[in-house]
Structures are given as C-alpha cells and as structure tokens.
C-alpha cells in the first residue's frame, strides 16, 4: 500500500523535471538583416517563437502591415546573419495576410525584385531549443 504514494510521487517528480528541462532562459537569437556593399541595415521582428516552454503566435503581415519599409535598390541582395548558426532556415515572401510563397533559398540571402513595390519576407529559424519567426520589410525603388 505504501508503493503507491511513493511511485505516484517519483512519477511527478519525472514528468516536472523533464518539463522544466525544456525551460530556458537563453534569449531568443537576434539576426541581421543588411545589404549587401551598403551600410543599410533592415530591422528584423520577431512574429513568433516557441523557445523552451515559451510561445507567441502572429503574422508577418499584420506585425509589420504599420511598420515603414526600408527602402532598398531593385535586385539588392539582403544577407541575414545569426548571432547563433539555425539548424535550419524556411524562407517565405508574403503576399497578403495569409497568403505567402515559399523561396528556394539555400543560402542566407534574399534577392530583391527587379519590380517597385513593398515586399514583406519571413523566415522560420529553427535551433535545438526552439523556432523562431521573423520578417522585414523593404520597398524596392
């Protein structure tokens, strides 16, 4: 009878350690966003994580919809540097709220279009702690 407690207890003991084990309190990783022969430097936002036991949600669009774009050169290469290196690396240009295409970018540079406009790009970093969204904003003249 008295096995009981004491396995309930250990198994509580198992799950709330392994839990607090994901917990973190290494800082989200800050990128760069730069171009490139240019001291032009694009600010990078955060639209969301999930980084150890913390998480947010939001959009790319509606983060920056209000936000003013950096005003960048047609074909301007945008290079993305990492304090820390990501696993791995989705790149995406968003086109409206919820409608987004995917890049084929192996590298950590962004080429602009050729065409004027406002162009939002979001990546998705990905680190052994957690993922972490991020986008920015630029007007191509």
Known sequence: MHKS???????FLIIFVSACSNFSDEPI????????NSSTTIPVEVVSYNWGLKETYGSPWELLENKTAVTVQKKSKIILSFDKKPEKILFHQNLSYDDFIKLDILS??????????IYI????ATWP???VHYSIKVKVE
């Open 121 to 124: 790009y979001s990546f998705i």
């Open 5 to 11: 407690p004491m396995l309930l207890l250990s198994l």
């Open 29 to 36: 990783p800050s990128p760069t966003a730069s171009i490139e």
């Open 108 to 117: 950590n540079e962004i080429i602009v279009p050729d065409k004027k406009g």
């Open 129 to 131: 702690k957690g993922t």
